[in-house]
């Protein structure tokens, strides 16, 4: 019985011996997952802005961008956000969304008005 409960001492204090070290341990720079977490956010969003440039038009327009970084600048100074991690791409599209404008026309309804004007 003696040899049972010091076997069970010892494994416990082994276990949580073992669980103390493992948790000081800074796993996150051993396996450099902020460099991995960058190139996750950036990968994905060089390529859907190669898209847009190819197949959408870039507004460049001064009197439009400037209105938008007024008010982008202001949002990020009120939420205490770094304004120069953010950045602004008008896109010029074809495409509409009637989905919120207005619910009782439908989506079909809608083009239609659209090729008549």
Not at 9 to 25: A, E, Q, R
Not at 42 to 52: A, S
Not at 96 to 114: H, L, V, Y
């Amino acid at each position: 019985m003696k040899i049972l409960l010091f076997q069970a001492i010892i494994s416990i204090s082994l276990f949580f011996g073992i669980w103390g070290l493992l948790t000081n341990v800074n796993w996150i720079s051993i396996f450099q997952m902020e460099r991995i977490q960058e190139n996750t956010e950036e990968k994905p969003g060089e390529l859907y802005w190669k898209l847009f440039n190819e197949y959408e038009g870039v507004i460049k327009n001064i009197e439009v961008l400037a209105p938008l970084d007024s008010i982008l600048s202001k949002i990020c100074t009120s939420n205490n956000i770094d304004r120069t991690q953010i950045k602004v791409h008008i896109i010029e599209s074809d495409e509409i969304s009637t989905k919120n404008q207005n619910p009782g026309i439908s989506e079909k309804d809608a083009m239609e008005n659209q090729e008549l004007n």
